[in-house]
């Protein structure tokens, strides 16, 4: 079946750190994949996201590449601040269409 | 409008009330989704409507009764809940099924 794995946390980095969420997945064909952040008290937000092999998906400084060789798409961030502290969930949408399947999420809190 | 909008923003109620959730969205979309998301965990799929009809019900208690009266509109109706259904109660949509979603603010329900 289909699934996703994500490092476990909480993390916890200094302002200014780099930034590395490992995400793995299973999952038949070429799916679609996603990071989504929540931050505390509210809905989840597309971050980013790649829908095949090789694509990088970026935006405010956030970059993950589809891995396909290492079923991988890890979130990457070369300087964090403190305003980035929230929930991150990668997600997977299955190639035949059916449900999003989301990781556990990690919790990530950046200290001043 | 690029936005998912969800009312109210917290319910409390007891377990013999029946209440309400509303979603709403202007972008066009023509499924919409309801899904559950406990303290520390990724959301849980409930519904999906797909151009105003039910396509997926993940097994949901009859407690539940989800409504499409439109195109832009997705309620979920509750009835004798339980305190273990308490929770952020998340709405989202996207322009077919299963592609990228766009997830509201959700709603935090308290059971008693």
């Known amino acids: 079946g289909n699934s996703v794995t994500q490092m476990e946390g909480p993390v916890t980095l200094s302002e200014e750190a780099f930034l590395t969420i490992n995400c793995t997945y299973t999952a038949t064909g070429y799916p679609s994949l996603f990071w989504y952040v929540q931050y505390p008290g509210e809905g989840l937000q597309l971050l980013l996201k790649?829908?095949?092999?090789?694509d990088k998906g970026s935006n405010k400084g956030f970059e993950a590449t589809y891995r396909k060789e290492t079923t991988s798409f890890h979130l990457e961030k070369g300087s964090v601040q403190v305003s980035d502290s929230a929930v991150y969930f990668c997600a997977l949408r299955p190639s035949d269409g059916q449900n999003f399947v989301f990781g556990p999420g990690t919790r990530l809190s950046v200290l001043p | 409008d690029t936005e998912v909008t969800q009312t109210p923003k917290h319910l409390v109620m007891g377990m013999t009330n029946k209440k309400s959730l509303k979603c709403e969205q202007h972008m066009g979309h023509r499924a919409m989704y309801w899904y559950k998301q406990k303290a520390k965990k990724p959301p849980e799929l409930m519904f999906v409507?797909?151009?105003?009809?039910?396509?997926i019900n993940e097994s949901v208690p009859s407690r539940f009764s989800p409504e499409c009266p439109n195109s832009s509109l997705l309620n979920l109706h509750l009835h004798a809940l339980q305190p273990e259904d308490s929770a952020l109660y998340l709405c989202?949509?996207?322009?077919?099924?299963?592609?990228?979603?766009?997830f509201g603010p959700g709603t935090r329900l308290t059971v008693l």
């Open positions: 790649a829908t095949k092999a090789d």
């Open positions: 989202a949509s996207s322009t077919t099924d299963y592609n990228e979603q766009f």
């Open positions: 409507y797909s151009y105003e009809k039910l396509s």
